[in-house]
């Protein structure tokens, strides 16, 4: 049974960081592209970034370029999310997810498997 559990969510300041982690486990995670996806309240969800199977290839939404970073550790099973100079419009649930494929994930892409999310909610 594959699973994903993120962790590391909360509340901070515009300006602030948080960083997110997702543990997956039930799965050969080198197998799988890993991406992570936010919904905010009222929106659809938003594909925010993604990393290949070994992690050489990134990519990001526009509106995080620059602010967040994506890795994984395919040793420990788990991929981060480190969130830098948040803003109030980064308030979301913050979803990790997880696709077998050879591409970087991105924009687009349907993912098989999904965690529960965790909230970020960054105040003004």
């Known amino acids: 049974q594959v699973q994903l559990v993120e962790s590391g969510g909360g509340l901070v300041q515009a300006g602030g960081s948080l960083r997110l982690s997702c543990a997956a486990s039930?799965?050969?995670?080198?197998?799988?592209?890993m991406g992570w996806i936010r919904q905010a309240p009222g929106k659809e969800r938003e594909f925010v970034a993604g990393?290949?199977?070994?992690?050489?290839?990134?990519r990001y939404a526009d509106s995080v370029k620059g602010r967040f970073t994506i890795s994984r550790d395919n040793d420990g099973n788990t991929v981060a999310l480190q969130m830098n100079v948040l803003k109030p419009e980064d308030t979301a649930i913050y979803y990790c997810?997880?696709?077998?494929?050879?591409?970087?994930?991105?924009?687009?892409?349907?993912?098989?498997?999904w965690g529960q999310g965790t909230q970020v909610t960054v105040s003004s």
């Open positions: 997810a997880a696709v077998r494929t050879l591409a970087t994930p991105t924009l687009g892409t349907v993912f098989d498997y």
């Open positions: 039930g799965l050969t995670f080198s197998s799988y592209g």
């Open positions: 990393i290949s199977r070994i992690g050489g290839s990134t």
